[in-house]
């Protein structure tokens, strides 16, 4: 049983567009997610983070955007450059019990 | 050396052999955690380590070992491992504390299993 699930494995995105990555959860006892990013040959780096008492938080080109009735979370990345090509993974974790529980990740890429 | 480092990156190893994988963070945090990443799957968490005391064993088959001398080193030994064992295997490390979640990566080892 997936508790975090990426429904899409790839996105693909013009230079300077809008990038929306989205993600769903079912465990309803999640209260912070966050955004990894992931270059092949590195481990993930981690991005941005919400916790479930705010539904918006923006850091730079990034904003990430909590939707708790629906329990879905999106990262959106504007305007999207090509360094930004990797792959994304949302995470869920639950009342600090350090468990976090990872996404199948969409691979990102900005074309020129 | 900065961040979360793994050792080696690259290991090949046959199913009688015995091999351990070693992580160090230089970020002075407190836990330390093995993930499994294989093929088209998200990583999975193996095991937690809190002030080098375990926490978490997600299980996580006896082949795998993890050791946590302090809170700066954990290592993962492997022995009589199976091809389906084959993955790339992080280690991150966080600092506890109340609402404060972000685990920090190193780049991983990527192990295959002959």
């Known amino acids: 049983d997936q508790q975090v699930k990426q429904n899409s494995p790839s996105l693909s995105v013009q230079e300077g567009r809008i990038s929306i990555l989205n993600c769903d959860y079912t465990n309803s006892m999640f209260d912070y997610f966050l955004w990894y990013k992931k270059y092949p040959a590195e481990g993930p780096t981690f991005l941005i983070s919400?916790?479930?008492?705010?539904d918006k938080n923006e850091d730079g080109r990034f904003t990430v955007f909590l939707n708790k009735s629906a329990k879905h979370l999106s990262l959106h990345i504007v305007p999207s450059q090509p360094g930004d090509s990797a792959v994304y993974f949302c995470?869920?974790?639950?009342?600090?019990?350090?468990?976090?529980?990872f996404g199948q990740g969409t691979r990102l890429t900005i074309n020129p | 050396e900065t961040g979360v480092t793994q050792t080696p990156r690259h290991l090949v190893m046959g199913m009688t052999n015995k091999k351990s994988l070693k992580c160090e963070q230089h970020l002075g945090h407190n836990a330390m955690y093995w993930y499994k990443q294989s093929a088209k799957k998200p990583l999975e968490l193996m095991f937690v380590y809190n002030f080098k005391e375990q926490t978490e064993n997600n299980s996580v088959p006896s082949r795998f070992s993890p050791e946590c001398p302090n809170s700066s080193h954990l290592f993962l030994h492997l022995h009589t491992l199976q091809p389906e064992d084959s993955a790339l295997y992080l280690c991150?490390?966080?600092?506890?504390?109340?609402?404060?979640?972000?685990?920090?990566f190193g780049p991983g080892t990527r192990l295959t299993v002959t």
């Open positions: 995470a869920a974790g639950d009342q600090g019990a350090q468990k976090l529980v």
């Open positions: 919400i916790s479930s008492i705010k």
């Open positions: 991150a490390s966080s600092q506890v504390a109340s609402g404060v979640y972000e685990q920090y």
